[in-house]
């Protein structure tokens, strides 16, 4: 039977299988697919990346080539000289486009994992596929994204802060008379499209942690003796890496403007380390939350499998003393003939297995995932004034 024209636009988005998406179907991908920036397969994150990069830098750049803005000598401080406005066209917006690759196969792969490691029991499929299309239909709902437009326009009708002030200084010499194009055009479309796509991304990470919090909500069939220590929801450990193009291109941006202040207003980098120090806190915790949601359930089947395991070894053991210590013949000697099971050492090591097991699915890996595309950028604006090497060595004592 032919699909309708919302169902194609969508991309089947709101299946409850593997194709379930945090990006295929919401209204901005329909909008794009209708005027063909998005193919009809694929997410097209590539030729969008270029295309609203050039949308927002490109008429800016132009401009102040044309009005002999662009480089020394007009103006005290040219646009080449503002990292922030190059950074925030050519990296951060490209960045958050491309995210939406990643974070369309993380979600595809947690359903298939659930369902591939047998977490999902038979009987609770179906509730997993309500799940995922009511969060689908969230995700492909109107207001969201008509909320993030009023916050947008409110944002840009609002007075620019002393930033975006101080970055029209390569386009005008009083920013208070009307504005040339190419401050115009910074203020009003570049900001508008980063804004827009910085919301979006806090929308879909509210999503994400909608998505993992009600699943673990579910009677999981967790492995407590799991070797990845994490009840078999090891996967969820890597999920970070999805959005780490995203968390490089906000760094990236904040670096930018800290590294112009740093080279031409003579601004000290231990100054920074408060302020860079409360964005990577507040960051990992938003990437984090979205994990913590099975932090209850995995406490309570930690604690419920230290006791089972423990009865496990106590009888085991119990046995082993009645057959070779005392002498007697059990009566119950099926555990101690069981060929899963083996000797003493391998039900220790059963429960070891268990009390050694996280009760979040979060790792060093996890943090360093999250932290290291954060980190970079802020290097690199400590490297202006820090040696490297002993920049580099503070680094690896914090993270390792």
Same mark, same amino acid.
């Given at each position: ?20 998406? /945090? ?6 991908f329909?909008?794009? $697919? #209708?005027?063909?920036l ?5 997410? *097209? ?18 401009? &102040? ?8 000598? !007009?103006?005290?401080?040219p ?45 609770? #499929?179906?509730?997993? #596929? ?45 920013? *208070?008379?009307?504005?040339?194009? *190419? ?8 900001r ?19 998505? /993992? ?11 407590p ?6 009840? *078999?929801?090891?996967?969820? @450990?890597?999920?970070? !890496? ?26 000290d ?30 406490? #309570?089947? @930690? $604690? ?16 082993? $003393? ?8 059990? !009566? ?25 097991a ?6 060093k ?12 950028p802020?290097? &690199?604006?400590?490297? /202006? ?6 920049? /580099?060595? !503070?680094?690896l @004592?914090?993270?390792?």
């Amino acid at each position: 039977m032919a699909r309708t024209r919302r169902e194609a636009d969508a991309g089947d988005g709101a299946a409850a299988g593997p194709d379930f998406s /945090l990006v295929r179907g919401d209204l901005p991908f329909r909008l794009q $697919r #209708r005027i063909g920036l998005i193919p009809a397969e694929g997410l *097209g994150v590539g030729r969008r990346a270029i295309f609203f990069a050039l949308l927002a830098w490109l008429p800016i750049a132009v401009w &102040a080539l044309v009005e002999g803005r662009a480089l020394p000598g !007009k103006t005290a401080e040219p646009l080449f000289e503002h990292f922030g406005i190059h950074v925030r066209c050519l990296i951060s917006i490209p960045l958050f486009i491309l995210t939406e690759a990643t974070a369309h196969a993380v979600g595809a792969g947690l359903v298939s994992n659930l369902v591939g490691y047998g977490l999902i029991r038979e009987a609770d #499929r179906p509730r997993l #596929r309500e799940i995922l299309e009511s969060v689908a239909r969230l995700r492909d709902g109107t207001l969201p994204w008509v909320l993030i437009g009023g916050v947008v326009i409110a944002w840009l009708v609002a007075a620019p802060g002393a930033q975006e002030m101080h970055a029209l200084v390569f386009a005008t010499d009083d920013p *208070g008379r009307s504005l040339p194009f *190419g401050a115009w055009w910074f203020l009003y479309v570049a900001r508008a499209i980063f804004l827009a796509l910085l919301l979006a991304w806090l929308w879909r990470l509210a999503l994400w942690t909608i998505v /993992l919090v009600r699943i673990a909500r579910l009677d999981l069939q967790l492995v407590p003796t799991h070797p990845d220590g994490v009840f *078999g929801l090891g996967f969820l @450990k890597r999920s970070p !890496k999805a959005f780490r193009p995203l968390l490089f291109g906000l760094s990236a941006l904040l670096a930018a403007a800290w590294g112009h202040d740093v080279l031409y207003h003579n601004v000290d980098v231990h100054t920074l380390t408060l302020p860079a120090g409360v964005f990577l806190a507040v960051v990992l915790v938003v990437m984090l939350a979205p994990l913590l949601a099975f932090a209850p359930v995995l406490g #309570r089947a @930690k $604690r419920r499998a230290l006791a089972e395991y423990g009865a496990l070894v106590a009888r085991h053991g119990r046995l082993v $003393r009645e057959r070779w210590i005392e002498g007697k013949d059990p !009566k119950d000697a099926g555990l101690l003939e069981a060929p899963e099971i083996g000797p003493v050492a391998d039900t220790i090591a059963l429960y070891e297995a268990v009390e050694r097991a996280q009760t979040v699915p979060i790792g060093k890996k996890t943090l360093i995932a999250i932290l290291l595309p954060l980190v970079l950028p802020m290097l &690199a604006v400590a490297a /202006l004034q820090i040696p490297i090497g002993e920049l /580099l060595l !503070k680094v690896l @004592k914090t993270i390792v």
